[in-house]
């Protein structure tokens, strides 16, 4: 935990997606399945066309970050997640390059700060690539009642068969203990995050650190949300098997939802749902890969690659606003990804104006909270997807996509 960031709290969350196949979407807000349109002309693959659901969970209409969201489970670490005493939990793999998760291939001076920082010298022996996997596994926990861990038993032979294999299985959810039993362990987790460990020790199990790859690193813009509201988060995905068994935890968390990248889409625009611009982007990125064990290989392989920081900028302009990313023609030269300086932008030029004059696109504009098009043309680095790409605007491979 780097308690020298001022601007920035570190965080970490998980894309879970589940196969279904021939299950109806979940959406406890409803108690019922839910049954969508076809989407005709929204570019979009149908809800049929996919073997599995996203996890999405709606934040509290009282949370004072993104009330009343969905969002993929999260949230702050905590200086527990870099405790020496998960050296022990850890102890088959203290010897492995990041307790067996392996070495990321890209250049240590390109990585994110998130992942780069030396935390031996900030007084901890458990490095960022496994601390914040552990944050995503106790966040999640806490919040829908997931709890993605292997007996400790098995967990040398599991991890062994993910790193290796050319076709590593699919997640399973481990039953440890009876539901009471699982119960009682959340609420104390959500008092204290330290009793994660003594979960670990008790039930004798492992976070299972290896099921989750990197996806990327998110950014909290400045100016939006004021300065106490500014998250660095690690971005990673997990693909399961099945649906497990899912539960709000009523607090900071109203309601969950297991349904297609399209659907939530779909929902999203149709103004049923709200998500923030990063859900709104990988779902668009998911869309490319409909079938889980494709997502599945894809996320696999490419995770050792690494994955780049993004610091989105606001652009106000007379008729929307734009939040840029790098590589975009408009984005800062020099972005302040330390925080100290507010880097919205102000234009009296149209949207029109502003796409005749660009020629290099990364770019989320927003007509509304719920109209929002992602316009791009850059080559994603890393072996990264760019969102899908409707049919009419252009396609993946010419590196041109609108969602």
């Known amino acids: ?12 969350t998980v894309i879970f997606v589940a196969g279904t196949r021939h299950r109806a979407a979940v959406d ?62 850890f102890k088959c793999f203290r010897h492995s390059p990041n307790f067996g998760l392996g070495v990321v291939k890209q250049p240590p001076h390109t990585r994110p700060a998130l992942f780069a920082t030396d935390r ?53 959810i481990a ?5 009471g039993e699982l119960a009682k362990w959340r609420l104390l987790v959500n008092e204290n995050p330290f009793n994660f460990i003594q979960m670990c020790k008790e039930l004798d199990c492992v976070p299972n650190i ?23 988060t690690a971005f990673f995905i997990c693909c399961l098997q099945d649906v497990p068994h899912t539960m709000q935890d009523e607090k900071e968390i109203e309601h969950y939802k297991w349904s297609t990248p399209s659907e939530i889409l779909h929902s999203y625009q149709a103004r049923e749902i709200w998500i ?3 859900q709104f982007y990988d779902l668009g990125r998911m869309c490319h890969l409909p079938q889980l064990r494709d997502l599945h290989s894809f996320s696999r ?20 606003y734009i939040s840029l990313l790098p590589g975009d023609d408009k984005y800062p030269d020099n972005p302040d990804c330390l925080g100290l300086n507010d880097m919205n932008m ?26 929002a098009t992602i316009h791009v043309n850059i080559m994603p680095k890393y072996k990264h997807l760019l969102p899908f790409a409707n049919s009419s605007w252009g396609s993946q491979a010419d590196h041109k996509s609108h969602l």
């Open 28 to 89: 406890i807000t409803k108690r019922s399945p839910v049954i969508s349109p076809s989407y005709g002309k929204s570019g979009w693959p149908h809800k049929s066309a996919f073997d599995y659901e996203v996890l999405l969970l709606k934040r509290s209409g009282k949370s004072g970050f993104m009330p009343n969201a969905y969002v993929f489970p999260g949230g702050l670490v905590d200086s527990s997640d870099f405790s020496s005493d998960w050296l022990d939990i």
């Open 210 to 232: 290896w099921a989750m790859h990197e996806w990327g690193n998110w950014l909290t813009p400045t100016g939006i949300y004021g300065k106490e509201r500014r998250y660095d």
């Open 346 to 371: 102000v234009t009296e030029k149209t949207l029109e104006e502003l796409q005749q004059e660009s020629s290099v696109f990364h770019r989320i504009v927003f007509q509304s909270l719920h109209e």
């Open 120 to 172: 031996a010298s900030l007084g901890s022996p458990i490095p960022g690539d496994v601390a914040f996997r552990i944050c995503a596994v106790r966040e999640t926990f806490e919040e829908s009642g997931i709890l993605l861990v292997l007996p400790t038993r098995e967990a040398s032979a599991s991890a062994h068969s993910l790193r290796s294999s050319d076709a590593p299985p699919l997640t399973r």
């Open 1 to 12: 935990m780097n308690t020298a960031l001022k601007h920035w709290k570190e965080a970490a």
């Open 175 to 179: 039953r440890l203990c009876d539901a």
């Open 276 to 278: 923030a611009p990063p």
């Open 301 to 320: 392989s490419r995770a050792l690659e690494g994955c780049e920081q993004w610091l989105p900028v606001r652009l106000v302009s007379s008729d929307c």
